[in-house]
Nanobody, 115 residues
Framework: QVPVVEFGGGLVQPGGSLRLSCAVS????????LAWYRRAPGKEREWVAT???????EYLDAVKGRFTISRDDADNMVYLQMNGLRSEDTAVYYC?????????WGQGTQVTVSS
């Protein structure tokens, strides 16, 4: 069983919205720090947002005010609501769950922002 699976990517026009979802299974979800990363074409993977087990959230400056990370501890899900999308947001988005020193990555979901 794959512990982390993302879905919800797709093609969207500039200014549009998408919500990414990540299903986490088989690990201690309630104590996990959950994060979204992305890798744009030709660039290194970069951190986008984190939702800690303590209830706090942090964001990359470039997405502050546009993206919102949230977690549902009852359903073991983490979400990334993306509004006001820009062409520079085009990337493969990855979900990561961290439990102690163990990290679990998903396979990624493509987000393309284009007219």
């Amino acid at each position: 069983q794959v512990p982390v699976v993302e879905f919800g990517g797709g093609l969207v026009q500039p200014g549009g919205s998408l919500r990414l979802s990540c299903a986490v299974s088989g690990i201690g979800f309630r104590i996990a720090h959950l994060a979204w990363y992305r890798r744009a074409p030709g660039k290194e993977r970069e951190w986008v947002a984190t939702a800690t087990s303590g209830g706090t959230s942090e964001y990359l400056d470039a997405v502050k005010g546009r993206f919102t990370i949230s977690r549902d501890d009852a359903d073991n899900m983490v979400y990334l609501q993306m509004n006001g999308l820009r062409s520079e947001d085009t990337a493969v988005y990855y979900c990561k769950a961290t439990v102690g020193r163990d990290q679990f990555w998903g396979q990624g979901t493509q987000v393309t922002v284009s007219s």
